[in-house]
């Protein structure tokens, strides 16, 4: 069995799944854990992932389309069509690097709006495959970085409330038709 579930890279004309926006409540829920990995949980996998290929993202969490379930989608590899993209079901941050870095974020949920935000360089996360398998492995820089950010989603939490700088955020946000108030700034 390979561990890739067939999907082109390339944009649909309609997107199986439906995006939520920053002050959806949906997006500030915990997301269950998936018990039994099966066939609806692929087919949810497959369809994340032409939703995030038709928003020209490189990450998707299931609570972005609405369902509460601890599934990720990554694919930073998007002009290489035979590099599979990564599928996380129930993944967990086992360990991470002590360097840090700060990149500029974005996020379908939070179109038009990049902010910078400090995370670890590198992780090791632990998940299961699309097809049950537990796997574990190492993730540096963009990579390491969109798992945290989509992993962030599973616990309610978005980029935009690691943000450091609170008036640069609200700019940005009002811009973009956005609420301050829907950010919930990290202790």
């Known amino acids: 069995m390979t561990a890739t579930l067939l999907v082109e890279k390339q944009k649909v ?5 439906e995006l939520h926006y920053l002050g959806d409540k949906v997006l500030r829920q915990p997301a269950k854990r998936i018990a039994k990995v099966d066939d609806s949980i ?5 369809e994340m992932l032409q939703t995030m290929y038709s ?3 490189i990450g998707l ?3 972005q389309v609405g369902v509460n379930k601890q599934l990720l989608v990554v694919d930073c590899e998007q002009d290489k069509p035979d590099e599979p993209p ?5 993944p967990q941050i086992t360990r ?4 840090l870095c700060v990149v500029e974020e974005g996020c379908l949920s939070v179109p038009n709006v990049y902010m910078d935000v400090t995370r670890p360089r590198a992780i090791e996360v632990t998940y ?5 398998r537990p796997q574990k492995r190492l993730f540096a820089e963009l990579t390491a970085r969109v798992i945290q950010h989509e992993m962030d989603h599973l616990n309610g939490v978005m980029f935009v409330d690691r943000v450091d700088n609170p008036l640069a955020l609200a700019e940005s946000l009002k811009k973009e038709g956005f609420s301050m108030q829907a950010v919930k700034p990290m202790a």
């Open 13 to 17: 004309d309609r997107p199986p799944l």
């Open 86 to 90: 990564l599928i996380m079901i129930n």
């Open 42 to 46: 692929r087919k949810l996998a497959k």
């Open 96 to 99: 991470t690097s002590e360097e």
């Open 55 to 57: 928003a020209n993202g």
């Open 61 to 63: 969490a299931a609570p």
């Open 128 to 132: 299961k495959d699309e097809h049950g």
